[in-house]
């Protein structure tokens, strides 16, 4: 089966697919979130679900999650940031009505939530830790996977691919 890179795929393991489960299951928990009109609460709903997704592949991947909390929490909150960064961004387009807010921040909580799950997922198949985690290889992830054209403005506006 070829994806749409042409290189060939090979089959999920078990626990790919887990960690696939886990992303869908804490995506669609920060999607809520997103809906959540005081932007306080929904900014720490989105770090909350990033920190406890972020700690569930931990234990899929036999990683450590103690000793680096601090860091992992330094990561869900820029998450939680820039979820509504750009959910600010998206409804300040013309003619973006009130109602769409919700919907642009809840859509930017999906897309934030599962690249960041996508980019741990990865990260600890290589043999990473919390430690060696940095926002740098982060950065380096997302302009990877805008140029691959796998973050848009338009999965921010329908992000129903980023669940599947």
């Given amino acids: 089966m070829k994806n749409s890179h042409n290189s060939f795929r090979p089959h999920p393991s078990p626990v790919e697919r887990e ?3 886990i992303i869908r299951h804490h995506t669609l928990a920060a999607t ?10 929904a900014a ?3 770090a909350a679900t990033l920190v406890l997704m972020i700690q569930s592949l931990c234990e899929l991947y036999q990683v450590p999650f103690s000793p680096s909390r ?5 990561h869900a909150v820029l998450g939680s940031l820039a979820t509504r960064m750009a959910a600010q961004l ?3 387009l013309p003619g973006m009505r009130y109602s769409m807010r919700g919907v642009s921040a809840a859509a ?3 897309l934030c939530t599962a690249t960041v799950g996508a980019f741990y997922k990865l990260h600890f ?3 990473g830790t919390l430690a060696d985690a940095s926002i740098h290889d982060f950065t380096k992830y997302v302009v990877k996977a805008v140029e691959r054209g796998d973050l848009s403005l338009g999965k921010m506006i329908s992000p129903v691919d980023t669940l599947q």
């Fill in 19 to 21: 960690a696939d489960k």
């Fill in 32 to 41: 809520a979130s997103g809906f959540i009109p005081f932007s306080p609460i």
């Fill in 44 to 46: 720490s709903g989105v």
């Fill in 70 to 74: 601090a860091r992992v929490l330094v």
């Fill in 90 to 92: 998206v409804s300040s």
């Fill in 108 to 110: 930017t909580a999906s």
């Fill in 125 to 127: 198949q290589r043999g």
